[in-house]
């Protein structure tokens, strides 16, 4: 007990001093609003050597950090730790007095308080611009500026709904005719962030992102009677599946996740009638299955229109034809312009389908048939 009441004295005697020290200071002409603003501020001067930092900030408050910034300092400011009011601009010439010259035990006269020079930033790098003509992240999905509304997964039952503007996060099931779902985002891992009951018509997805939450085991649409236009399609093990009167057109398919024994393929149809696959960009450059694959194994394929795409990736960019059993006719892919990372080429084609004006990206030289 009675060593630390003469501690608490010995700290009290010490503070004492300290005030005496920074009032014969002030006397001798160190401003004390600006020696606080240098030293909260960062600034490269360093505190008197005669008067510990402590000591000041217990008798002059702090200039607010905000202050400083906003170069308000003196307009208004927070009492100090002492109690007393923000420290005035005004100075007036002090007296003819000596300050003290023992250096103070915390802040030795060698000491200067200095700011670390930050390193040097790299130069910045601009991203990769969209190719032009082609769609990409300023021209798909939901346009800038537009304020959504969060829901839950949601299931359409009334034929001419109208969903805009929404933050789906859940999975869409749309079992009525004529819906039209515009300026949204729907993210989902379940076997399709968008589907369409069998038998419905008339659907249509425009400046919509489909996103599949990075599921290999995720489609980002099917299958049949929709039109997906201006969609940024992401995050799914393969892009929209395509099946009777379906149309995919002015969309960036890309980012397909790879993993679990997946075969991804940007767009795919295994069966189906009246189908149009126009002025898409679609990216497959992880050694994946295709960009398109229009194959008829599930069932017959015809009157399919592949045309106006920028093509990338796959073991082969597209393949196209019809296994024993089905037949695939009167399916044109016409007028499309092709990357060249595809693991084997550009694509694998059966006789019967019709392959015209189809160029590389980078020379337009004409693309052969594989």
């Given amino acids: 007990m009675a060593e630390g009441y003469r501690t608490a004295r010995r700290r009290h005697a010490e503070r004492r001093a300290r005030r005496t020290r920074v009032r014969t200071a002030v006397l001798a002409g160190v401003t004390a609003g600006a020696t606080v603003a240098a030293w909260s501020g960062g600034g490269p001067s360093a505190p008197p050597p005669d008067i510990a930092l402590s000591a000041v900030r217990a008798t002059v408050p702090a200039t607010p950090a905000r202050a400083v910034r906003d170069g308000t300092a003196g307009d208004a400011g927070t009492a100090g730790d002492a109690g007393t009011a923000p420290a005035t601009t005004t100075t007036t010439k002090p007296p003819e007095t000596r300050a003290p010259t023992r250096p103070s035990a915390r802040v030795p006269a060698t000491t200067k308080a200095t700011t670390a020079a930050p390193p040097p930033r790299p130069a910045a790098t601009a991203p990769k611009a969209d190719p032009a003509g082609f769609p990409g992240a300023a021209s798909t999905g939901v346009p800038a500026g537009v304020k959504l509304t969060v829901t839950g997964q949601l299931t359409v039952t009334t034929p001419g709904a109208v969903i805009d503007a929404k933050d789906i996060r859940g999975c869409l099931d749309i079992r009525a005719d004529r819906v039209t779902v515009k300026r949204s985002r729907i993210r989902c891992a379940g076997d399709y962030v968008v589907r369409t009951a069998d038998g419905v018509t008339g659907v249509v997805l425009s400046d919509v992102e489909i996103d599949g939450t990075g599921s290999p085991a995720t489609t980002a649409i099917g299958v049949a009677g929709y039109t997906l236009r201006r969609a940024d399609v992401h995050g799914v ?134």
């Fill in 237 to 370: 093990g393969d892009g929209p599946r395509m099946g009777d009167n379906t149309v995919v057109e002015d969309s960036w398919i890309h980012g397909l996740v790879e993993g679990g024994g997946s075969h991804n393929d940007g767009i795919q149809s295994t069966g189906g009638h009246h189908l149009v696959i126009r002025g898409n960009r679609i990216e497959n450059p992880e050694r994946q299955t295709s960009c398109i694959l229009i194959g008829a194994d599930l069932g017959d394929i015809s009157d399919v229109l592949v045309t106006g795409n920028l093509l990338n990736g796959g073991n082969y960019t597209v393949y196209a034809g019809a296994d024993p059993g089905h037949t695939a006719s009167n399916i044109r892919v016409t007028g499309n312009r092709f990357g060249r990372d595809a693991v084997y080429g550009p694509a694998s084609v059966k006789p019967g389908i019709v392959w015209e004006d189809n160029v590389w990206h980078d020379n337009g030289k004409p693309v052969p048939r594989g």
